[in-house]
């Protein structure tokens, strides 16, 4: 076992922050999040659990920044496309939508882990007030991105930036975990997702001309 005393913002630190959350997405792939005690977390990532306390508050602060890290790492990737938009490239929707958000699960993000989060915050009011800060975050990063899409082709919209992103969200995350409650393997909640998004885009976007 390490037992990890550097000081805050050390790469030390990162590194150990950064295999408590690789750590803990195991974990959890296993057992579940309410199985899964920091005693389990520790034990996969080899620290002890001082390194664990002075890096997250507790199990749940670590899940919440588990899945900040996910939709971060999600959202650079669409940021990324949108970066490498072409102003003439626009043929239809439906080539827009795959080609800015080509959504997918991949292999760390599990609606799972959002529904449980999600669930523990109703509980907690501490981690309620995290949740909906990350959920805020979240909004604005996707605000942004439209942002760039609806200036690099001059597209309208039929509803204000900061609803057409709430929406997108609250479609996704209903997708995800509808499609995981019925049992639907990850590449087809892929597939539905993206489909979804297209509908919904055609649907917020004004026709061109």
Known sequence: MTDVTARPGSRRREQTRARLLDAAHEVFGEVGMDAASVEMICDRAGFTRGAFYSNFESKDELFLALITQLAEEKLDEVAGRVRDLAPDALSDMSALVHQVVGASLGDRMEPQLISEIRTQAMRDPRLAEAYLTWQNVLRDRVEVIIQQVVRTYGLRLRLPID???????????????????????????????????????????????
Not at 187 to 201: G, H, Q
């Open 163 to 209: 609803e057409a992103a709430q929406l997108l969200l609250d479609v996704s995350d209903d997708t995800c975990a509808r499609a995981t409650l019925e049992g639907r393997p990850t590449a087809e909640i892929t597939a539905l997702l993206n489909a979804r998004i297209e509908r919904l885009v055609t649907v917020l976007v004004e026709p061109v001309g």
